[in-house]
């Protein structure tokens, strides 16, 4: 065989020491990343200097050593890679949670080490090496000698990223989304599954986990229930060897506000319901507007109606941030419509990241009522807004202090509440209606938790989302935090001031450092000031 060191070779030495004479039968060659000549970096950092003396002088089969490799620069294309593949977890993981570029001395030294000299490397076959104490070896063909690189810098680039692109070999597949609304329609593709030299894949057998299955290279399946679903993928090759992979994917009730008053999804109307989605962000559930085109045929595309409710005096409140970068497009905005009758009648809020402004539009017409230099999008964070309507009195609240106020009798008019915007992306949550006027078409919203409370969390147990759901009867400072069966914290979900309400926060079953944690009870504790709640949660794996 032959070894390839890329990182520390004590235990290279030890080997050495303890079996040289099975390092004389077994090691065909053993290819060391590092330096000929007093390599300060592998060698003098770890204090392996006499350890690499003890191995040169005495190692019994040839050594190679590949030093070349800090100016090609690989890694960044792992992003685009499939999320299965080792190497894209690797890259991320050691550059901070980015894809970025780094060295590539490891590379250089595996793909001598797997492929030889071929059309890649020169061998240097003469000279001498040496060490920072003094050791000087001499080198000989066969015995002792380095790699010259023979290829460009982009050549080696290319040749390392698209085998570091690869999937190992086994079951893989696609899924067009993980989580998602009900019904919600799925497609998996397995066509990246990759069995290895001769053999093919003949039939593809999938597992829904809602007791449904499938056959095929490529399926949809429509989830009809809510929960979180083992999708299991099997494989049998043309010499009748089966292979088994399974993913996770979670159906939930279209919920996306972490306040109760109509934030269940179907309580809504969207307009170009493709770009409408929930997401998570903040470690909450978020309703996120996206920001590609918008269809011109309809009517205010990108907009969300509360449908089957008309309303005259009311009290709207959200939380709104930009998924615009605000110093590259200072024209972001997002629209508050209210009195909405029909597409050529109604009012709206225009807040854009420069100015603002009220506008009536009446018969198609549209006509200007104020105006503001002030920002509506004074940041890229989360802003409170307030919007009241009483009589023809409207008030405008940004984070609690008043934005504007406006009173014209053209505000006064009886209709439906939307928001959205008309070309930028946009994330809308804790969305709550309060009225003075009793409202056409839907129940009243539900009163205002009276005491502080944090319920069991559902599904229970789970596998690897849960939704965790506790009641405030005030804004409080909260802190939600999991702890493990010992009482070690693992995981602080969030913390911060929330509103007086219900909220529902969902854990992914990761831990502080974003691995997934094993099986086995944790705990998640609420704390609000002194009060100090708990409830036990299972985890399933």
């Given at each position: 065989m032959t070894i390839i060191s890329v990182g520390f070779i004590n235990n290279l030495d030890d080997l050495l020491r303890a079996e040289p004479d099975l390092v004389a039968q077994k090691i065909k060659e053993l290819v060391i990343m590092g330096g000929v000549n007093n390599d300060n970096f592998n060698l003098v950092r770890h204090n392996l200097v006499d350890v690499s003396e003890n191995i040169i002088e005495n190692w019994p089969t040839p050594i190679v050593f590949s030093q070349e490799g800090s100016s090609i620069l690989t890694g960044d294309n792992l992003q685009y890679a499939?999320?299965?593949?080792?190497?894209?977890?690797?890259?991320?993981?050691?550059?901070?949670?980015?894809?970025?570029?780094?060295?590539?001395?490891?590379?250089?030294?595996?793909?001598?080490?797997?492929?030889?000299?071929?059309?890649?490397?020169?061998?240097?076959?003469?000279?001498?090496?040496?060490?920072?104490?003094?050791y000087v070896w001499q080198i000989e063909p066969g015995f002792r000698s380095y790699l010259s690189n023979r290829l460009s810098n982009p050549s080696y680039v290319r040749i390392i990223e698209e085998l570091m692109d690869q999937l190992p070999i086994g079951v893989h597949f696609n899924i067009s989304a993980y989580s998602g609304w009900l019904p919600f329609s799925v497609e998996f593709d397995a066509s990246i599954s990759n069995v290895g030299g001769n053999r093919s894949i003949q039939q593809y057998l999938w597992d829904f986990g809602d007791n449904s299955t499938g056959e095929g290279e490529k399926v949809s399946h429509i989830y009809n229930a809510i929960g979180s679903f083992n999708v299991q993928l099997s494989t049998i090759d043309n010499f009748g060897d089966s292979l088994n992979t399974s993913k996770m994917i979670g159906v939930f009730d279209p919920i996306f506000s972490?306040?109760?008053?109509?934030?269940?999804?179907?309580?809504?109307?969207?307009?170009?319901?493709?770009?409408?989605?929930?997401?998570?962000?903040?470690d909450d559930l978020r309703y996120y507007l996206g920001g590609n085109e918008r269809t011109t045929e309809k009517a205010l595309p990108g907009f969300c109606f509360i449908k089957d409710s008309t309303f005259s005096d009311f009290t709207l409140n959200m939380t709104v941030r930009t998924g615009e970068d605000l110093s590259q497009n200072r024209y972001a905005d997002y629209s508050i419509i209210f009195g909405y009758v029909d597409e050529e009648n109604y009012n709206?809020?225009?807040?854009?990241?420069?100015?603002?402004?009220?506008?009536?539009?009446?018969?198609?017409?549209?006509?200007?009522?104020?105006?503001?230099?002030?920002?509506?999008?004074?940041?890229?964070?989360?802003?409170?807004?307030?919007?009241?309507?009483h009589g023809d009195?409207?008030?405008?609240?940004?984070?609690?202090?008043?934005?504007?106020?406006?009173?014209?009798?053209?505000?006064?008019?009886?209709?439906?509440?939307?928001?959205?915007?008309?070309?930028?992306?946009?994330?809308?949550?804790?969305?709550?209606?309060?009225?003075?006027?009793?409202?056409?078409?839907?129940?009243?919203?539900?009163?205002?938790?009276?005491?502080?409370?944090?319920w069991q969390n559902y599904p229970n147990p789970f596998n690897p989302t849960t939704t965790i759901r506790f009641d405030l009867s005030q804004k409080s400072s909260v802190a939600l935090f999991i702890f493990d069966i010992i009482g070690r914290k693992i995981r602080t979900i969030m913390k911060g001031k929330r509103a007086a309400g219900s909220h529902e926060i969902v854990w992914d079953g990761l831990d502080d450092t974003d691995l997934s944690v094993p099986s086995g009870v944790y705990f998640a504790q609420l704390q609000i000031g002194d009060i100090v709640k708990t409830i036990k949660l299972n985890l399933i794996r």
């Open positions: 499939p999320e299965e593949n080792p190497v894209r977890e690797a890259f991320f993981r050691f550059l901070g949670n980015e894809f970025n570029s780094r060295s590539s001395w490891d590379e250089i030294a595996v793909l001598y080490g797997v492929r030889g000299l071929s059309s890649y490397f020169n061998e240097i076959t003469s000279g001498t090496g040496s060490l920072l104490n003094g972490s306040i109760e008053y109509y934030g269940n999804a179907n309580n809504y109307e969207r307009i170009d319901e493709n770009l409408w989605s929930s997401q998570i962000d903040k709206y809020i225009l807040m854009k990241h420069t100015t603002s402004c009220i506008v009536n539009v009446s018969n198609g017409q549209s006509i200007n009522l104020y105006w503001t230099s002030q920002k509506g999008l004074p940041d890229e964070e989360y802003n409170q807004v307030t919007l009241s309507l009195q409207l008030t405008v609240l940004v984070d609690s202090t008043v934005f504007l106020t406006s009173k014209n009798t053209r505000l006064s008019a009886v209709g439906k509440i939307g928001f959205g915007s008309k070309s930028y992306s946009v994330f809308f949550d804790d969305i709550q209606i309060l009225r003075t006027v009793t409202s056409v078409g839907m129940d009243l919203p539900k009163t205002l938790p009276s005491q502080i409370k944090l």
